[in-house]
């Protein structure tokens, strides 16, 4: 009797192997016969699954996509209940950010492809489509957290909030290559502390009342 194979999980195990790849030696060292040795698989299997090596990625950026503004938006809701101004909000917005740092191995991996991905979009028009709902995804989360800090005081200027919202866009997007390139100097600590000093430059109220402990959690 044909052993049974859920093509769910091969799949996944496929955009793993390709993962693996990219974390390694970049993305241009990604083929169907790459990923297949990495999987320990024949190449006809994983041609079963993707019939090319652009579907194969196409679809392993969209679950570095889904992976990364799921973890983001289970942050966010947990973060909706808190009151902006406390120590607790304050907590939730660095741990929601820090779901996009490479803050350990697995968020690491992550960071790395993500970024591989993205700016291979630049060349690749396959890509272009998921590296544009990629951006748009985080932009949507940062400009919420951007709101809620702003919204404290006096009517927020919208137009200081657009900029804000993108300047804590590029701090998450170099503090990710900085730490993905020089891991020995920028920390997960130093990611942290990094946040937490832009963080207490977006409350419009002053310093956050737990920026002087946020870093150690």
């Keep these: 009797m044909p052993k049974f194979v859920d093509a769910a999980l091969r799949r996944q195990d496929v955009v793993e192997a390709a993962f693996r790849i990219i974390a390694a030696d970049g993305l241009e060292r990604v083929s169907l016969r790459e990923v297949a040795d990495e999987a320990s698989l024949a190449v006809g299997s994983v041609r079963h699954y993707f019939a090319s090596s652009d579907e194969l990625l196409v679809h392993s950026f969209r679950v570095v ?22 120590a607790g909000h304050h907590h939730g917005v660095l741990a929601l950010l820090g779901e996009f740092l490479p803050l350990d191995e697995a968020r690491a991996v992550d960071a790395c492809v993500w970024m591989a991905f993205k700016n291979a979009a630049r060349i690749r028009p396959v890509l272009a489509a998921e590296a544009d709902r990629s951006h748009r995804g985080v932009a949507a989360i940062v400009g919420r957290v951007v709101m809620d800090l702003g919204a404290r005081g006096a009517a927020p200027d919208q137009q200081k909030l657009v900029i804000e919202a993108e300047r804590l866009l590029a701090t998450l997007d170099g503090l990710t290559m900085h ?9 997960a600590q130093m990611c942290r502390d990094v946040l937490d000093a832009h963080l207490a430059g977006l409350d419009s109220s002053g310093a956050s009342p737990a920026r002087s402990n946020a870093a150690s959690h």
């Excluded at 990364?68 to 209940?81: F, K, N, P, Q, T």
């Design 179 to 187: 730490a993905l390139l020089q891991p020995e100097w920028m920390t």
């Design 65 to 86: 996509v889904d992976r990364v503004i799921g973890r983001l938006s289970a942050a966010d809701a947990r973060l909706a209940g808190l009151v902006p101004g406390t």
